[in-house]
C-alpha cells in the first residue's frame, strides 16, 4: 500500500535556527514527491515538485531534496512568515495522478 | 492570481441534507480532483475527473457523493444525505495538462453538518 510519513509532527524554531523536515514514502512507482505549503484554513500552496533521486529544487530559504526513500525539506534561517503546516504527497505512476498526502509538519518560528 | 477558487467559502448544513460545492477553475483544465481534510487529520484523495467523466475514486466516495460539471467550466461536487462525518474541508485541484502532473489547490470549503 502506498504511504507517507512525515517527521516531526511539530517543530518550533527561533528565528535563524536552519532545521530540516523529513518525508519517508513507499509506492508501487514514483512519478513524483511533490511539497506543500499550508496555512490554518487554506489550502494547499505548491511550493516544489521532485522526480528522481538526487534531484534539488530551491526556492528562497527553502530546499528540497529527493533519495529513493524519502524526502527532505531544509529551512535555512528561517522567519516568522515561515509558519505553517508543510505538506509532501507523492504521486504513483499508476492510476490518475491523484496525491497520498502525510500528516504534515507544523512549523512555528519564533521571532 | 489563483488557479481555482471555491464557493461557498463556509457551509452550515443539516444532517440529512443535500449540498453543492463549487469549483471554479481561471482558465480551462483538463483534469479535476476533490480532497477532503477532517480538522486535524491529512488531507485525503475523494475522485479525480477527466474528460467529463470519474476517472478514479477513493474508498470515501461513496454512493451518496457525485460530481459533475454541468455548464463546461464549473466543477462540482454533491453530498446527497450529509452525514456528522462529513464535516470537513473539501478542497477542488486543477492539473493543467498531461505535460504537467502539479495539482494547484483551491482555497476550500469548510463544510459544518449539525
Known amino acids: 500500500e502506498d504511504q507517507v510519513t512525515q517527521s516531526p509532527e511539530a517543530l518550533r524554531l527561533q528565528e535563524g535556527e536552519s532545521s530540516s523536515l523529513n518525508c519517508s514514502y513507499t509506492v508501487s512507482g514514483l512519478r513524483g514527491l511533490f511539497w506543500y505549503r499550508q496555512d490554518p484554513g487554506k489550502g494547499p500552496e505548491f511550493l516544489f515538485t521532485?522526480?528522481?533521486a538526487g534531484e534539488e529544487k530551491e526556492k528562497e530559504r527553502l530546499k528540497a531534496t529527493l533519495t529513493k526513500k524519502e524526502s527532505f525539506l531544509h529551512i535555512t534561517a528561517p522567519k516568522p512568515e515561515d509558519s505553517a503546516t508543510y505538506l509532501c504527497?507523492?504521486?504513483?505512476?499508476?492510476?490518475?495522478?491523484?496525491?497520498?498526502f502525510g500528516t504534515g509538519t507544523r512549523l512555528k518560528v519564533l521571532a | 492570481e489563483p488557479e481555482v477558487t471555491q464557493t461557498p467559502s463556509h457551509q452550515v448544513t443539516q444532517m440529512g441534507q443535500e449540498v453543492i460545492l463549487r469549483c471554479v477553475p481561471i482558465?480551462?483544465?483538463?483534469?479535476f480532483y476533490w480532497y477532503r481534510q477532517i480538522l486535524g487529520q491529512k488531507v485525503e484523495f475523494l475522485v479525480s475527473?477527466?474528460?467529463?467523466?470519474?476517472?478514479?475514486k477513493s474508498e470515501i466516495f461513496d454512493d451518496q457523493f457525485s460530481v459533475e460539471r454541468p455548464d463546461g467550466s464549473n466543477f462540482t461536487l454533491k453530498i446527497r444525505s450529509t452525514k456528522l462525518e462529513d464535516s470537513a474541508m473539501y478542497f477542488c485541484a486543477i492539473r493543467r495538462a498531461s505535460l504537467t502532473d502539479t495539482q494547484y489547490f483551491g482555497p476550500g470549503t469548510r463544510l459544518t453538518v449539525l
Open positions: 504527497a507523492v504521486q504513483a505512476t499508476s492510476g490518475t495522478y491523484k496525491y497520498i
Open positions: 521532485l522526480y528522481s
Open positions: 482558465s480551462n483544465h483538463l483534469y
Open positions: 475527473f477527466y474528460n467529463n467523466e470519474i476517472s478514479e
